[in-house]
Nanobody, 126 residues
């Protein structure tokens, strides 16, 4: 079992930055591939970024590539999502998730993930 708690969401103006943090507890963190997903009202939950358990490989969706960066600190059991140049269309609830698979793989599908956080709201508006 892994427990995930997100923080760092809020209201930001277009062009601004936020850093989301996901703190994990309950199991060996480096075993898990980690991902950030987001869900806007009336839309499906989509992958934003993912990172392998060993932190070597990452994935960023086309919509955030060049603006968002996923990273992790296995010593602190934490994964981050640095979000720059935010746009109104980035507004959503952002979820952290953990995938119990191979430590060197990146997982991009929601069905690959076993544990989810409660979500944190990100609103980009002037």
């Amino acid at each position: 079992q892994v427990q995930l708690v997100e923080s760092g969401g809020g209201l930001v103006q277009p062009g601004g930055s936020l850093r989301l943090t996901c703190a994990a507890s309950g199991d060996t963190f480096s075993r898990y591939g980690m991902g950030w997903f987001r869900q806007a009202p009336g839309k499906e939950r989509d992958i934003v970024a993912a990172i392998a358990g060993n932190g070597v490989r990452t994935y960023h969706s086309d919509s955030v590539k060049g603006r968002f960066t996923i990273s992790r600190d296995n010593a602190k059991n934490t994964v981050y999502l640095q979000m720059n140049s935010l746009k109104p269309e980035d507004t959503a609830v952002y979820y952290c998730a953990a995938a119990n698979g191979y430590y060197y793989l990146v997982y991009s599908r929601p069905e690959n993930y076993n544990f989810w956080g409660q979500g944190t709201q990100v609103t980009v508006s002037s």
